[in-house]
């Protein structure tokens, strides 16, 4: 997939601690999906993943993508755990 937007999502009681990462996530078809990483488990993922960036990611968890942080119209979201893989992958043409 390709990493299209990232953005973290501050915690509602205190703006300056951040409570998850979003990504949107785009394959080769086209088809977008949000997907999480919770704070407890940011810092394993955070340098390896990046706006624009091709990555390979297995081992994840499948929800259902409801709250109001939702940025995709996909009924679910992959959301990362400690046995998370995410591995490099050649640019390939992803959209």
């Not at 990555?55 to 755990?81: C, E, M, V």
Request: proline residues 4%; positive net charge.
């Amino acid at each position: 997939v390709r990493i299209i937007l990232l953005w973290e999502v501050p915690n509602y009681n205190n703006p300056n601690v951040v409570d998850s990462i979003e990504l949107v996530l785009v394959d080769v078809k086209g088809s977008r999906i949000q997907a999480s990483i919770r704070k407890t488990i940011m810092q394993r993922f955070s340098n390896m993943v990046k706006e624009g960036w091709c990555r390979i990611i297995a081992k994840f968890g499948l929800i259902f993508n409801i709250g109001k942080h939702r940025a995709t119209n996909h009924s679910y979201k992959p959301n990362f755990f400690f046995k998370t893989v995410v591995r490099e992958c050649e640019d390939v043409q992803l959209p």
